[in-house]
């Protein structure tokens, strides 16, 4: 009997599913040494590519804050649609952001409307506000609602979703990208993520 029940509990533990943490691997506050040294690289990273940028004033829970100079990230743009500030941000949802502009301009896509930026908050699920910190604490995290096209038309996320096919290519690019998680979308999370596209940065912290 007792070997049975240990044969079942490890299959039981095979099973179940693997409980991963929201924040990233090795992300501590305050923040550890390899997490700065992480940030000291990534700002190199906008400096190769001639990224304007400021280091901005420290903010809770953010590694290696910056703003940049009317948020415009390479050929993209950043656009709030509520709201006025300096939007700090990690580097690293910079320098990601940066980086998929040149297969956003591709598309047509000239810039990003966002309501959510760095908010430090918790991550809210089915109406509700869980205990797991949310990526938009860490200014990792944008919340995505218009992509407006170098055409002049602007499209809505909850509007357009199901009957403008660009905007799932648009979220394809996000996917394909090694710096970003999957994107949350009206597609795979639709009862907190109906109306907008939830972007997440990776931060690659070296042991």
Known sequence: MTNL???????????????RPNMPVGWTWPPSKAMKSAGERCLRRLDDASQDYHRAEPVKAITTPVTIPALALGELSLV??????????????????????????QLGVAALG????HEYRRVR????????LS???LGLAIDVFEVRLDDG???????DWADEPLLPLVVAVFEGADAFRTPLTPANDPDDHGDHVHLEAHMRIDP
């Open 125 to 132: 699920k089915h109406g509700r506000t869980t205990n797991i």
């Open 5 to 19: 029940l240990t044969t079942w509990l490890l299959v039981w533990l095979a099973a179940a599913p693997v409980k």
């Open 153 to 159: 038309r602007v499209l809505q996320v909850e509007r």
């Open 80 to 105: 709030p649609l509520k709201g006025k500030g300096s939007y700090p941000m990690d580097c690293h949802l910079a320098a990601a952001l940066r980086d998929v502009a040149p297969a956003l301009a």
């Open 135 to 137: 990526r938009h604490a």
């Open 114 to 117: 966002f309501r959510t930026l």
